[in-house]
């Protein structure tokens, strides 16, 4: 009995099936698919940041401008109360490029400053400075998921 057994040894098959590599490639397909839509979203997400940010920064840089334009001369005409744009669009180049990454339009808004206290007069203005992407000089960028109008606010007051 002892010799039967040893003659029934069974080898192991070499490679695979052709149904086991077919699983196989099924399932790294689907890895591969969601590390891609990963990757995308990713992408999307950066541009995202990075047009907030430039859109923040140049918003912010105005709203700079116009605050020490108020500390030199409070009756200069962009303070004057109403809405205001600028002349030019702002544009974020990449500096190896040279292409336009961003334009946006800045516009600012002044109203003046209402004191709630009787007979008191304070003198200042709210500026509300707001960057809107835009794609050309008249039309705004389609990509709102990409390009996020961005305002910031101020309280301006002149100085004792």
């Known amino acids: 009995m002892k010799y039967m057994n040893q003659n029934k040894i069974s080898v192991p098959a070499d490679g695979f099936s052709l149904v086991e590599v077919m699983v196989a490639v099924f399932i790294l397909s689907f ?9 995308t979203m990713a992408l999307v997400l950066e541009a ?3 047009s ?3 859109a923040t920064l140049s918003a912010q840089n105005k709203l700079e401008r ?6 030199r001369n409070p009756e200069e005409e962009e303070l004057t109360i109403g809405t205001h744009q600028a002349e030019e669009l702002t544009e974020i180049r990449n ?3 040279q292409s336009v990454l961003n334009r946006y339009k800045i516009t600012w808004l ?3 400053l209402a004191d709630p206290r ?3 007069d304070i003198k200042g203005r709210v ?3 707001r960057a809107t992407p835009m794609l050309t000089e008249s039309a705004e960028s389609p990509h709102s998921f990409i390009n996020k109008a961005i305002t910031l606010n101020a309280v301006i007051v002149a100085e004792p």
Do not use: E, N
Not at 31 to 39: N, T
Not at 66 to 71: A, I, Q, V
């Open 110 to 112: 002044v109203s003046g």
């Open 31 to 39: 890895g591969l698919l969601a590390a891609a839509q990963v990757l």
């Open 48 to 50: 995202q940041a990075r």
């Open 66 to 71: 116009l605050s020490d334009l108020y500390r």
């Open 52 to 54: 907030k940010s430039a």
């Open 95 to 97: 500096p190896l490029t």
């Open 118 to 120: 009787p007979g008191m």
């Open 127 to 129: 500026i509300s400075v």
